[in-house]
T-cell receptor
């Protein structure tokens, strides 16, 4: 879907460094999500936002932070407290909050440790 | 919360054969079941979904079946082609909005030409 843009495509983090992954959508969707994908393990929910100025922790929020100041944007910061950040990160959105409708995904950001 | 188990984790078939991927879910309140296809290095894309008020849905070579009593649903791909090779994810959710979709662990399908 061209409606969700993630950047950068590849990102490298040094020890002790915070890095921010960008996610922008032009679908006018209220809800946005961040997932972490590791090999052989499905999609694990990090944070979600039901509506602008709101966000909630998902299943694996430790070491991550988010903000939702604009409807279109939901950036994810991987902090130095996340000791194993190497993974593929996917941002998604849906028209409204909840598990009763499809989610649309971005192309992902692959984060690695230097 | 919801727990979704997906089997098999890998599946290899010959071109033209059928492929079946199965998922079970734990929360009987779940009523929405989408399937996503993820090609290598790309985003997951919705390929088909089903709601609990129907037992089967078809879209060309793809079909999904749902057994609410047994709490399992399956993806069926007929006449497989090499471009069907990808990782497939099932998911379960509720339209009451209490939580986000819960995803299975994925099945890597390899279609041998």
């Amino acid at each position: 879907d061209g409606g969700i843009t993630q950047s950068p495509k590849y990102l490298f983090r040094k020890e002790g460094q915070n890095v921010t992954l960008s996610c922008e959508q032009n679908l006018n969707h209220d809800a946005m999500y961040w997932y972490r994908q590791d090999p052989g393990q499905g999609l694990r929910l990090i944070y979600y936002s039901q509506i602008v100025n709101d966000f909630q922790k998902g299943d694996i929020a430790e070491g991550y932070s988010v903000s939702r100041e604009k409807k279109e944007s939901f950036p994810l910061t991987v902090t130095s407290a996340q000791k194993n950040p190497t993974a593929f990160y996917l941002c998604a959105s849906s028209k409204s909050w909840g598990g009763g409708q499809p989610q649309h995904f971005g192309d992902g950001t692959r984060l690695s440790i230097l | 919360g919801e727990n979704v188990e997906q089997h098999p984790s890998t599946l290899s078939v010959q071109e033209g054969d059928s492929a079946v991927i199965k998922c079970t879910y734990s929360d009987s309140a779940s009523n929405y079941f989408p399937w996503y296809k993820q090609e290598l290095g790309k985003r997951p894309q919705l390929i088909i979904d089903i709601r609990s008020n129907v037992g089967e849905k078809k879209d060309q070579r793809i079909a999904v079946t749902l057994n609410k009593t047994a709490k399992h649903f399956s993806l069926h791909i007929t006449e497989t082609q090499p471009e069907d090779s990808a990782v497939y994810f099932c998911a379960a959710g509720q339209d009451t909005g209490r939580r986000a979709l819960t995803f299975g662990s994925g099945t890597r399908l390899q279609v041998q030409p």
